[in-house]
Structure formats: C-alpha cells, structure tokens
C-alpha cells in the first residue's frame, strides 16, 4: 500500500514534541503486509444484478387505422361552437375546398404526419365511416399485424360526444344518422397488443369505459378457465386487453379548445407534428414579444430539414428529443419508461409528443390522458431549457431569411454536458442519479461533442455497478455498439473503459459484440502497441469476458490471432495486464481444442511458466489458471499432448509451497482437471499408496508422555484397527474455526482440576468415524485427515522405490504425492479442496479394484467401499485400557448410517458413502464403474449421465478468482481510495493510532533513560487455558499473546481480563514455536510459526469480532516436528515486509510478505539446528544462534557461498537467544543454556564483554530500549539483570495470599518500549512484573 505522506501540521498539534511528530512520519512510511484486496476479501465474483435494461420483447406498430368522422360543414348537435372558431384539421382548413376533397386531403396529410415517425407500417384510412367497415378494417389490420402491435387513430370533431356506456360515432351509410360503436366490440376486433389515439371532446369516458370492459373481459376469462362447463368458456375467448395503451385528447368532462389560433385536432397536431405546434404555441406567449420580428409567418419559413440535424429545424427536433426523452426518464418508474420510451418506435415518438400536449393543452384547460397513466410533467423544469433553446434559434431567424447570414448551432447541449460534469464533479456519494443522463446518449450522436460525453458517460459509468446499470436502462447499449465501427484513434480509450465497466457488470453483452465484430475492435486495441497498458488491460479483460464459456466467442477470437497478441504481452511490466492476459489465455483454450492446438504450436505453456515465479500473487495465481485449463481439455489425447500435459504438471509442481494460498487454491484445481483427464493412472497409483499406508507404521513424532495423545501403534492385520479420532479434521467436521472460539470459550477450563492439557480432541470425540470431514459439504471421506497426512510422511521417510516397484516416479505418483502434501496444507481453503480431489480417486480406485464376492457376513469392513478401518492406526491411549477388538469400523458410532431412502431425490453429488449403509450392494458394482454412481438399485431412477464424476470434480473445484479479478473493473477504478482521502474515518483512524504510537514511545523511553533499577512488581497475573508456550506483548496496546501447543489466548494486561482464545489450526503432533504481531503499528496481524514449517497469520482478535485467518503456508518445507528441536524460528522486519524463518533446518529462509515468495535461502553451514534469529534491516544483516553453541552473521546481500561473514563459538552450549541491537553500532548479544552472556561487536572475531548468569536456562528476553534481560530456568525463580550483570531482581513466588511458587519457566519476554516482563510456568499461569510504580 502506498501511504501518502501527510505535511506534519495536518497531523500534529503545536504542543506536540519534535520526536512524537518523527516518529509519526516513521508510521506513515511503514508498508503493510498482508493487507491487500485478496487478503480482506473473500475470492468471489459480485452478486450478479439483475438486467432488467434488454428488451426482452421489443415491438413494432405495424398497422396503423386511420378513422376520421369529421363530416365536413355539418356540426354535431351536442357541441354549439364559437365564432370565429378553431377549424384547421391536420393544418388544412376543411372550407377552403369541397367536403369530399377536404376529407381526403386530410385523411392523406394525416396519413404523412404519422409516416415521419414510421414510415414502414401499413396505413389504412377509413374516412366518415360506417360500423361494418371500421369492423373490417380493424379485423383486417389484426389477421395481418399477427402478435405485433395496431394502431386506431380516431377523430371525432364530426360526430357527437362519446357516451357514457362506453360508445362512440360512426355514421349509417347515408349519413343522415349517427350509430354508436361500442369501445367492448372495437376491443373485439383489434384485440392486442394495439394502442388507441381519441382526439375528440369528453375523450376521457372512452378510457374509463375501456378499463372497465378490459376487466370484464379478464373476469370473463378467468370464470372459464376455472369452470369448462360454463357457457362462457364454449364461446371464442376474448382477447385480453392487458397490453393496450391509450392518449385521449382531454378528461371526460373536458371540451377540446376552440381558440381560432389553433388547429381544431390540436391534440393530433402535438402528437404528430410537434415542433411546428410547439413553435407556434411559443409565438402565442406573451413573452414571445421579447423576441423582435418573429411572426407566425416567419415560423412557416424556418429553414431546414427535421432529420438534418445542423439545420435550424433539425437541431430543434433533436432537442425536443432530447429534452422530452428526459423528462420521461426522470418522472417516470423504470420499467414504465422501459415499456413506453424504449419497447417501440412509433410509441416512444408519440409518448415524447404527448408530453408537449399535456404542455400546451393544459394551458387551454385541457387534460390529456393516457393508459398507463403517467406523472404530471408540464411544470418540469427542462420545459424552460426547452423555451430557451426556442428562443435563441428563433433569435436568429430575421436575419437567416433575410441577409442569409449562418446559422449559430444551440449552446444546449454543450451546456446540459457541463451541467453532468457538475454533478459528477460536485455531487455526495448517495445522491440522485442525474437528469442528464439521457441528453448525454443524445449526444453520442453528434460528432462535435461526442469526445467529451463519452469521457463524462465512462466518469459516470467508474461510480459502480449502479451507475452501469443506470446507463444501460437509459439505452446506451446500441449507442456504444455502433461506435466500435468508428476508426477515431481518440476515441479507444473511452471506448475501451466504457466497455471494461459495461461487461464487468453485464457480461451476456459477449454475444452482441461478437454479433457485431466488435471483439475485432478490441483485438487491434491489445496490438496496438502506443496503448498505455491500462488500456490494453481493459481490452484484454474484455476479449476475456468475450470468450469465457461461449464457444462462438472462443472462435472468433482465435481467428483474430488472440491467442499470439496475448502472448507478446505477458512480459509486460504492467502487473494487472499481464494477469488478465493469463486469464484471457486460459478462458480461450477451456474446452475449446483448436486454441489449445494453436497455444501448443506457439509453445504457450513455456512462456507461461515465466508468470509462474511472478513478483505478484494474483498474476501467478492467472498463469496456474491457464495451465490448469491449458491441460484439462477433455479432448482425445495423443502421445504428444500427454507430453506436453506431463511438463505443465511437473511445472505446476514446483508451486506446492508458494507463499499464497490464493496461488495454491489454484494450482490444486489445476491439478483435478489433470487428474480427471488421467483418471486411471491416478487410480493406479492411489491403490498403490493405499497399500503402502496400510502396511507402514510412521515413526509417530508426537511425545508419548503427553496426557491424551493417542499414539499409533503396529499391528497384525487380522484384529480390525480403529483410526484415533482426535485430530484436525474432526475438529472442522464438528466446528468450522469461527464457530471453535466459542466453544472454546465455553470449555470449562477448571481451576482445581489438575493439569488437563486442553487438545482439540476433547471437542471432538463424540465425533464417528464415518464423518472425518474435510469439506464444507460434508461428504464423508475415505481418506482421512489422518490418512492423507500418513500417506505424505509414508512417501517422505520410507525408500517407496524399493516397496512399491516400477511405476513410482511417474508424473502421476509426483503429483499424487503433491496433492498429498496440499491436503495437509495449513491454510482449510486449499486442504479442503485437495482432500476432495483425493477422495474422489481413492473411491473410484477402490470401487474398480474391489473383488466380485459375496460379502462374508461376519465383517462389514472389508467391502465397504467407505470404511476407513482398513487404514487406522489401533487405540493405544497412554495407560489407558487395552485395545478393544471390533468386528466393524461403526462401533464407534452409535448407529449404522441407513443407505438413502430410494424415493427421496438426492440433492447431493450423487455419491455419499457411508459406513455401513453402501455395503449391502457394494460387491455387485461391475468392474468399470463410474465414481459417483449409485448402487445398482439406485441407479435406474435417478438416470446419472457415465461421467457423474468428472462433473462432480470440476463442478465442486473452482476457486471464484477470475471472477474476483473481474470486480476490479466493476468497481470506482479513478476515485481516491479511502486510506488517501484526508477525510475519510479509515484516514482518522490510522492517524489516531499513530498518535497513540508515539505516546507509548515517548512515555517509555522516559522510564527506561532513567533507568530501572528493580522488575519485580507484578502487574498481572492469570491462569491460562493452557501451559504457555510463547508469549508475545502487543508493541502499542494492552494486549498479549501467550501461545500454548495449538491455541492462543489474548490477554488485556491493564484490565487483567481474557479477551479471547481460539484454536491455531495446526496438526496435533506439532506446537506452536514462535509468534510475531504483523503492522503492530497499525492494523495488528498475528503470525503463529509451528514446527512443521508452517506459518499461519490471525486478524481481528481481540477485539469481540471472531479470529479469522488472513493466510498460511509453508515457511519451511522439509521441518521434521520433534519435541527436542528449536521449532521453527522467526524474525520479522517492518521495514522491508521480509520474514526470516529457520529451525530444524540448515538453512535461513527468507520470505516478501509483499511478493508472498520465498526471496532466499542462506544455508547455515551448520549440522545443528537454528534456535534464534535477530535482524537488523539498516545493516542488512542476520545473526542466528544455534543449537551446537555457534553464533553466525550473516549479510543477505552477498551470494549463498559468501553470505556468512562470521561465526562465533564461545559458547560450549545450545544458544538460547542472539540478539542483535538496531542501532548503527549495535552489538550482538547471546546467551546459552549454561548461563553465559557474550557481547560481539560483528567486526571483531571475539567478544567484547562476558557476564556468566544462573545455569540450566530455559527461556531468556533482552529489553530492546532498557538494556535488561531476564533468565528464567528449571529451578522455578526469575532473575533480572541489567547490561553490567547485576542482578537488579529475582523473582521465586507470585503475589498475593500463600505467595506460591512459581512453577518451572515455560517462556517470557519483554514488552518491545515499555519496561515490563511476561512469564508463562508449567503450572499454566502467566504472570507480569514491571519497574516500580513510583516510575511508571
């Protein structure tokens, strides 16, 4: 993480010292380790949104009925007009021609009005009609419209009003009287979807009455759905009316306006031709004076073209388009605007247009109505945009007609993209999403401002998946499809970055892109080699989604040469390039064999074996990826192919003790896919270790004395031998670790009852032995824990080449042996999954090998293809009773699981083998049987496909993480993340403990420059759960870690209460040796260090949430767990984020918590082991005390040969502590068991001062800033000495009532700045002593 550096006077007060304010600046530059995204977060994709933005049924109107009743120069009675009135009909006044001449006119310009918003439907007039031929037209309209939808404009200035029964007016044929049509049988006839225009007085009534019969007819429908025998259900179903939408020209009690300024179908003219009513109503407002020299007449002359968009005219109608499309988006709900706006041309032009007839007709007290009905939205306040935009073009126009001066273009939308920018720019984070949004899919369309929308549309686009959504639902999809056709270099990047966020959020758009070609666009964007790197991982993540799992995808890519763009670029030094350029390689060839053919030609695999010792996790965790799916093809194989699967297995290999367990996550499944395509070679093998395990006793390292340990003993084959159930993995199969710190908690740990050491097993068993579980879905295992970790020491200790013959070494026997080692891995994740791929071969082996016999009724055991007798160990407790005999592996259950009922459908993979339940039918599986079926009598009904198997391993092995890496883009890529906002509460947060930090620092050093001249006042004293092992004082807060053999248990020292314990995770035969808090500065990590090698690292502990591990692996590979050995050993350095580990081993390893990777190894050069390691990261040196008495410097910048630049051996004994001191002259300080204290100055090959201390040492501290140690030995007292070697203390009793004695020294250790000491006893207390109180 990059910590900004932040000016000292945001961080300090005035009354704040020089060296606190030093010292915070040290805080500020410290890097974090193990704090990433991969570390926080779990490795999965986001929840999918749900896409409501495609179309699923997008329309047509494909025939329009155009019934005009206007019946020229007779009025209908019920209506008494005005004169003068308003009389144009479709801007044509009806008594300037002849009546039958007028009608037709206007029927036709109707008819041209509608044909500019759709040309391509059928138009069919039906002029003063009479009942039977609007019948035969609608009919007819429907029979050829088929599921698309009709429309039915009618005038009615001619007849009289609608009626209150629901009808309207025709004519008879020889027009001397009016005949009602009932809107029940014009429903009949037009049946739906259709959408119906009524521009006639009192038009409200039909859409009450149309609802009303609509209702009817769903009641009538549903009466016959219900009952058959119902007369209604014999006739013709009528047609539901569900989809039908109405306009109607005013409300049921309203009269149209008869103003004589305006055309009597007022409501048509604004339906159909609305910029020209929209002008004219703009010249009718009294404002329209503040513009000189514009008349009515002008307005006729306004030059320009409606389509032409950089005409006067065209450049209104674009934003009346604009302006109106808006509008609706911001009143309206969604999925109403969905529907209205986006499902159909025709509809979304009339809807637009109705929004300015409900402006101009209310201004006539006039109310239109629709069906749906939509939200007032004549006051909206782009209306006044709207006014402006009419005035500055109508400004312009004297002089355009008169002296031909140019036309100045509209400031609209230049002005309405500064106002998104605003909003971008201005806005809080929870806020309405802007009303721009659809002006600025408008301006796509323009060439002049489409650089800067779309640079606005990809800012608006990085606020989060919301804001893509958003955008998608606005209808910018079709928008930023058709620009991928555009060749402008200038717009790539936009373009690249609005189609990375648009399929992070939405990847089923891969098939509209490959549709469209245009994956090409972005196949030239990754080979184009001026592109900034960040932009060719945007294209590659987006040919990655183009080709995940969508075959038409995969082929159209591999023609584009993907596959070799790809691999020029995967030594980029553009870290997230590279990964994705791995992902996308990998998602080519997945199931898809031509690619993989074309990655063998350009030798793919070898150049992705370069990403596999990458400096960073997720780019390695991207290469196993694509060499996973590079081998899991389930195409046929050839000699070749196997090869070359060979080199990717044993490559792959190599990553079994990568530092991440994100890597080794992947690599396991990398491997199933290897093991599904080798099925019966692995099958093979796993019978062979099967044997081996059973016939081999391991050399058990765990100590026999110790109170419940079971220890395995050999025995002759004849007494069935029952598993010990007190192990690892039963404690997951009863309680996941989160759950286990509660019931640890909830142990009775009692005070009086003797030493019960506390070891997982008593949590556990109760367990069976069925229900080793490994796995969160608990399926029973063959193989158990137990098993798999004998079966991996088996192939450590024992010469396998000489017990099992020839095959050994394959491929298969080394992966196998990978897998093994994986599933005993420290990190669940990574165990669980192996554990299943094990056991999902250990049972097919097992199933093909098992003889065709009768079962022999006396023993369950033998073919029960689940029972793990066969491979436990006999119970030999430690002077507890003699072993028992056993004819079945279930007595250890109380009951014998049933086989699945047959009836019941079986939600699980189809195999779960349980003890004795699958044993009846188990001799009778044939030979060749697939892994996971059934028994014979439950596979008929449930019909599994051969390969259930196969499934079942890929389908339950996948790790989410290139969906993880997909949420990248998804998410704000350019806000300022939260740690670099000065205001943030992270930002507050981090600063208050800074300044905490260096108050503990400055109070501290105040004590200790004064010196200390006593340690003995106890401020602390409890029992812990269990004998501590290694105590660890938190550097800033009131915390300590004390460790005992698997378990930690916090401690608040000042409130001197128990703030939590929890479980470690590690094996039973192994203990905790060393602990180190990680980022104690900040956000504390603690690293647990066993004496198998492996590290394991906690947050939040101690502090009420539950301990959840960040990480674990194998520091050390080859550490042999011996109760006699130093353990594993660690140092940690801050500074450099490098972690020293060594101990039984010869060697000092080094690991970059940052790279998570071993950075060296530096052979000791002894044949002892390391008991103690100090760095010093200023010097880059290490020093190690070791068991045979030596203490080696070592400088790590100097090759392995030379590194060891001195070896001291005074010391006749084991070297409990080396210590090195931080300053620029520091000494080294070591002390061996025999009580002697040296002092080496590292550029002198002898010691500088000698202090001889108690003998028989056990544990011994130095104090970092007071210059004190402490000794603690078998003889149960504490002495402290100060750098002279005087005794300033001895501590032999604890404080309080009776003063017992304290019990022999377990370990102890100084608090890093304050002058306090930690003491753990064997008699399971842990006690602290500080300086007097007077100095504190």
Request: with cysteine.
């Amino acid at each position: 993480m990059v910590l900004m550096k932040m000016d000292a006077d945001l961080l300090h007060s005035p009354a704040v010292g020089f060296a606190e304010e030093e010292a915070d600046m040290n805080d500020w530059e410290l890097p974090l380790a193990f704090m990433k995204k991969r570390h926080s977060e779990k490795i999965e994709g986001s929840k999918a949104l749900a896409q409501s933005w495609r179309m699923k049924d997008r329309m047509k109107t494909v025939s329009v009925a155009l019934v005009l009743c206007l019946n020229v120069g007779v009025d209908p009675p019920d209506v008494v007009k005005t004169s003068p009135c308003a009389r144009l009909e479709c801007w044509i006044d009806p008594l300037s021609m002849s009546p039958q001449k007028a009608l037709e006119t206007i029927g036709a310009n109707l008819q041209k009005q509608y044909e500019n918003w759709q040309p391509r439907a059928r138009y069919k007039q039906s002029l003063d009609p009479t009942v039977d031929e609007v019948k035969k037209l609608c009919t007819s309209l429907r029979r050829n419209a088929k599921e698309e939808r009709v429309l039915f404009h009618y005038n009615g200035h001619g007849v009289p009003r609608p009626t209150v029964n629901g009808e309207i007016w025709v004519f008879n044929k020889n027009y001397t009287q009016y005949i009602p049509l009932s809107i029940y049988d014009l429903q009949t006839w037009m049946g739906s979807p259709s959408i119906f225009v009524y521009d006639c007085s009192n038009a409200g009534i039909i859409v009450k009455s149309f609802k009303q019969f609509a209702l009817q007819r769903e009641q009538e429908l549903e009466v016959a759905a219900i009952n058959p025998s119902h007369p209604l259900a014999q006739m013709p179903l009528p047609p539901s009316m569900k989809n039908c939408i109405q306009l109607a020209a005013c409300e049921a009690s309203e009269l149209l306006p008869m103003n004589p300024d305006l055309p009597a179908d007022l409501f048509t003219s604004c339906l159909t031709t609305p910029i020209k009513i929209a002008l004219r109503w703009f010249c009718m407002q009294k404002s329209a004076k503040l513009v000189p020299g514009v008349t009515l007449d002008l307005i006729e002359k306004i030059p320009g073209r409606l389509n032409d968009r950089r005409t006067p005219l065209g450049e209104l109608n674009w934003i009346f388009t604009a302006i109106t499309d808006t509008i609706a988006w911001n009143v309206l709900p969604r999925d109403l605007f969905q529907k209205l706006f986006r499902q159909d041309l025709l509809v979304a032009s009339l809807f637009r247009n109705f929004l300015l007839a409900e402006r101009i007709m209310r201004s006539y007290n006039c109310t239109p109505v629709s069906s749906p009905r939509l939200p007032p939205t004549y006051m909206h306040a782009m209306w006044q945009a709207w006014d402006l935009a009419v005035d500055i073009c109508l400004s312009q126009l004297p002089t355009i007609i008169e002296e031909g001066t140019a036309f100045r273009q509209s400031p609209f939308f230049a002005e309405q993209l500064t106002a998104f920018q605003v909003w971008l720019t201005m806005g809080v984070e929870n806020r309405n999403p802007p009303e721009q949004l659809p002006i600025v899919l408008q301006v796509l369309l323009s060439q002049v401002h489409r650089l800067r929308a779309l640079d606005l549309l990809g800012r608006f686009l990085d606020l989060g998946p919301w804001a893509v959504s958003l955008a998608l639902s606005v209808g910018i999809f079709p928008y930023v499809l058709k620009l991928l056709q555009s060749s402008a270099r200038e717009l790539r990047p936009l373009l690249v970055f609005i189609w990375a966020k648009i399929l992070a959020v939405d990847s089923s758009c891969q098939a509209d892109l490959v549709k469209d070609n245009g994956h090409k666009y972005f196949l030239s964007v990754l080979a184009d080699s001026y592109m900034p790197a960040e932009h060719r991982t945007m294209a590659v993540f987006i040919l990655a989604v183009i080709v995940n799992s969508y075959s038409t995808g995969q082929e159209a890519c591999l023609q584009g040469n993907l596959i070799a763009n790809c691999l020029e670029q995967l030594s980029d030094p553009h870290p997230l390039l590279r990964q994705w350029v791995a992902i996308c390689l990998g998602r080519i060839w997945q199931n898809f064999d031509p690619a993989r053919w074309c990655g063998v030609r350009d030798s793919a695999h070898e150049k992705l074996y370069i990403l596999l010792s990458d400096p960073i996790p997720e780019v390695r965790c991207a290469a196993v990826f694509a060499l996973g799916t590079f081998v899991g093809n389930s195409a046929e194989r050839t000699d070749h192919s196997t090869t070359i699967d060979h080199n990717v297995a044993m490559m792959l290999a190599q990553l079994i003790n990568d530092g991440s367990p994100v890597v080794r996550k992947e690599l396991v499944v990398a491997l199933s896919h290897l093991v599904v395509q080798y099925e019966s070679n692995f099958c093979t093998v796993a019978l062979q270790f099967i044997e081996e395990e059973k016939n081999y006793t391991v050399p058990s390292p765990a100590n026999t004395s110790e109170p419940g340990n079971l220890t395995p003993v050999r025995d002759s084959p004849a007494i069935p031998r029952l598993r010990s159930v007190n192990s690892y993995t039963n404690i997951r199969a009863v309680t996941t670790a989160r759950n286990l710190n509660k019931s640890l908690q909830n142990l009775n740990l009692s005070e009086e009852g003797g030493p019960v050491a506390f070891s997982p097993g008593n949590l556990s068993t109760s367990s069976s032995a069925s229900s080793t579980l490994g796995s969160p879905d608990n399926d029973e295992y063959i193989l158990s824990f137990e098993t798999i970790d004998k079966m991996r020491r088996v192939s450590s200790y024992s010469s396998l080449n000489s017990l099992i013959g020839v095959s050994f070494n394959s491929v298969y026997t080394q992966i196998w042996r990978v897998l093994l080692h994986l599933a005993a891995d420290p990190f669940p994740e990574v165990s669980d999954l192996a554990m299943k791929v094990l056991n999902c071969i250990a049972y097919k082996a097992m199933m093909n090998a098992r003889p065709q016999r009768i079962l022999d009724s006396g023993s369950l055991t033998q073919s029960a293809p689940a029972s793990p007798t066969s491979k436990g160990t006999h119970i030999h407790q430690a002077g507890g009773s003699p072993p028992m005999p056993s004819t079945s592996s279930s007595s250890l259950t109380n009951e014998v699981p049933k086989p699945p009922a047959r009836d019941q459908p079986s939600t699980r993979p189809p195999y779960t083998p349980t003890l004795g339940g699958q044993a009846p039918h188990s001799h009778q599986f044939p030979r060749t049987r697939k892994m996971f079926d059934k028994g014979p009598e439950q596979a008929a009904e449930d019909g599994d496909e051969p390969c259930g198997h196969r499934n079942y391993i890929s389908a339950a092995l996948q790790t989410g993480l290139c969906d993880w890496s997909a949420k990248y883009f998804a998410q704000p890529v350019t806000k300022i993340p939260e740690e670099h906002d000065l205001q943030s509460q992270v930002r507050m947060e981090r600063q208050w403990r800074f300044l905490r930090n260096a108050r503990v620092k400055r109070q501290s050093r105040s004590i200790t420059q004064r010196g200390v001249s006593r340690l003995d006042d106890q401020i602390f004293i409890n029992r812990n759960p269990g004998v501590p092992s290694v105590v660890k004082f938190h550097p800033f807060n009131t915390c300590i870690a004390v460790a005992d053999k698997d378990s930690i248990c916090f401690w608040d020292w000042e409130k001197g209460e128990r703030l939590d314990y929890f479980y470690n995770g590690n094996p039973r035969y192994t203990r905790i040796t060393a602990m180190e808090y990680l980022n104690g500065h900040d956000c504390s990590l603690l690293l647990t260090a066993t004496d198998d090698g492996a590290l394991r690292v906690w947050k939040n502990f101690a502090d009420q949430k539950n301990p959840e591990m960040v990480t674990a692996w194998q520091g050390l590979s080859d550490m042999l767990p011996t109760t006699r050995g130093a353990g594993m050993v660690v140092d940690w350095e801050q500074e450099t984020g490098l972690l020293m580990t060594s101990g039984d081993v010869r060697v000092i390893r080094i690991w970059d918590t940052d790279r998570e990777m071993k950075v060296q190894d530096i052979p000791t050069g002894a044949d002892s082991c390391v008991t103690s390691l100090s760095c010093d990261s200023q010097r880059s040196l290490i020093v190690a005390g070791l068991g045979d008495g030596s203490v080696r410097v070592f400088d790590r910048r100097m090759g392995p040969n030379e590194c060891r630049i001195m070896t001291y051996r005074e010391h006749g004994a084991w070297v409990v502590k080396a210590h090195l001191q931080k300053e620029t002259d520091g000494h080294i300080i070591s002390v061996s068991v025999n009580g002697d204290v040296r002092f080496f100055e590292p550029r002198m090959s002898d010691s500088v001062n000698v202090l001889q201390t108690v003998k028989g040492l056990t544990a011994l501290d130095i104090h970092p800033q007071a210059n004190l140690f402490a000794c603690g030995s078998m003889n149960q007292f504490i002495a402290v000495y100060n750098a002279n070697g005087d005794v300033i203390s001895n501590i032999k009793y604890y404080d309080g009532f009776m003063g017992q004695r304290i019990g022999a020294i377990s370990c102890l250790a100084f608090h890093p700045h304050w002058p306090h000491l930690a003491v753990g006893s064997n008699d399971y207390y842990m006690s602290i002593y500080s300086a007097e109180k007077r100095l504190r």
